[in-house]
């Protein structure tokens, strides 16, 4: 990408691109959400497809002209299908807000109960947090984790299934380092006649690769973002491992057969809150599906998850608190109580010495959400860099020498410089690297 066009017509912008291009180049990407989408992924979400308006699904849109993108949101979705061995998948969704979004729409009625994990103790803004819509439509129950173990708690959640009889449970959550319990949420959700639905945003590409254990058949419905462990452009996605009819009596007014569920998620992705696809951007997600399905992606995976316990063991060491005591995936959440320091101020003194992270909060935390108790770090783009367990001991250390010295501008500004001599190592996006030198 040589941002031609740019720098002739737009010196402002360029120079801002530039600067993140750098930002990312030189620092130390630890936010878990974060990864770098490869050359093939941005050329696709940069590609000419941004022209096309497709409101509709392959076969069935408003529009004319849709032969081609046809093919390439019917070559996304059976590649996701592919990916994730299920039988039903939306690639339309701009955002995992918006999955989560269409499947409340599907599911629930505006009111019904629902359960999900605290915001507070690892969950997501969109399972029922009071300043998002999930928790201004319907009504929400929070479970939380065990405040030991750090991991959910299944007989709060029983308890609390039972006496709110909630329609439909959400599983998985932003900052929940351990393995998503598939098994046993179903075995509550079946108990109470619930839907089971997981977000799995966070460990979707580790779910892909078969590093993670697999949300079938214990899921009714599943939604993930792209960009995640997944590592492909922002977006979100719908899969269900078998479709099945609807039980609210819902009926096709021409055909008179009850319409399936998929359709209805269909339908309430385009037209319910959504216009037209983002045809670039499905087209991108088309190409990180076909990476993902490639043997090298375990690889990665797999290297994602050792990178994460290799921080997480030398953290132990050196006197950090790890909510759960570790971790399964991609995430390791940092309780800094004992240091007696706010996530907030530790986030911004890390950025200083070139490590990104976010302030996050953790279980039964006394701090708002603005200052927290917690960072939460992440290895999916440092692993992308290829960076393995060497690098992982090098930064675990900088990360400690970063904190102890907090308030030390000297000392942050030379593990900055020490941040850019290793990241020079591992260069990002080598060819595009090399247009913009
Ligand atoms: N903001 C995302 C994260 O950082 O986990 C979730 O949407």
Not at 285 to 309: G, H, I, M, T, W
Not at 348 to 359: D, P, Q, S, V, Y
Not at 375 to 395: C, D, Q, S, V, Y
Request: neutral net charge; aromatic residues 8%.
């Amino acid at each position: 990408m040589k941002y031609q066009k740019i720098s002739e017509n737009d010196n402002k912008i360029l120079k801002l691109i530039e600067a993140e291009h750098n930002r990312q180049k030189s620092t130390l990407e630890m936010i878990a959400s974060e990864n770098f989408a490869s050359d093939a992924v941005m050329e696709a979400a940069g590609s000419i497809l941004t022209n096309k308006y497709a409101e509709g699904y392959p076969g069935n849109r408003y529009y004319g002209g849709c032969e081609t993108v046809d093919k390439v949101e019917d070559i996304a979705r059976d590649r996701l299908k592919k990916l994730f061995n299920c039988e039903y998948a939306n690639v339309q969704p701009h955002s995992g807000s918006q999955a989560n979004m269409a499947v409340f729409h599907t599911f629930l009625e505006h009111g019904d109960t629902v359960m999900g994990l605290d915001l507070s103790h690892g969950g997501h803004l969109t399972h029922g947090s009071k300043v998002n819509f999930s928790g201004k439509s319907y009504n929400f129950v929070s479970y939380q984790v065990d405040k030991d173990s750090g991991r959910v708690d299944f007989s709060q959640i029983s308890k609390l299934a039972k006496d709110h009889k909630p329609k439909l449970i959400i599983c998985g959550g932003s900052a929940y380092p351990r393995f998503i319990e598939f098994e046993q949420f179903s075995e509550i959700a079946k108990s109470i006649n619930a839907y089971l639905m997981a977000d799995v945003a966070h460990p979707s590409g580790l779910i892909a690769s078969g590093v993670h254990p697999s949300p079938w058949p214990y899921c009714d419905v599943v939604t993930s973002t792209t960009h995640k462990t997944l590592r492909g452009p922002r977006g979100g996605i719908i899969l269900m491992g078998a479709d099945f009819e609807n039980k609210w009596g819902i009926v096709a007014p021409k055909s008179g057969r009850t319409k399936m569920v998929s359709e209805l998620i269909d339908t309430n992705v385009m037209p319910g809150i959504q216009g037209g696809p983002l045809m670039h951007i499905i087209c991108a997600k088309a190409v990180a599906f076909k990476e993902a399905l490639d043997s090298s992606f375990k690889d990665y995976c797999e290297q994602v998850v050792r990178n994460a316990k290799f921080i997480s063991s030398k953290l132990i060491e050196l006197d950090y608190k790890i909510i759960s005591g570790g971790t399964d995936t991609h995430i390791v959440l940092i309780d800094l109580t004992n240091k007696n320091l706010t996530g907030k101020y530790v986030e911004r003194r890390l950025e200083r010495a070139g490590i990104t992270t976010n302030k996050n909060m953790v279980p039964f935390d006394k701090k708002s959400p603005l200052v927290t108790s917690g960072i939460r770090i992440g290895t999916p783009a440092l692993t992308t860099r290829g960076m393995k367990e060497t690098e992982m001991n090098l930064i675990s250390v900088m990360i400690d020498k970063a904190i102890r010295n907090i308030d030390d501008d000297a000392m942050l500004d030379k593990i900055a410089i020490e941040v850019k001599e290793l990241t020079s190592n591992f260069p990002l996006h080598k060819e595009c690297e090399h247009e913009m030198l």
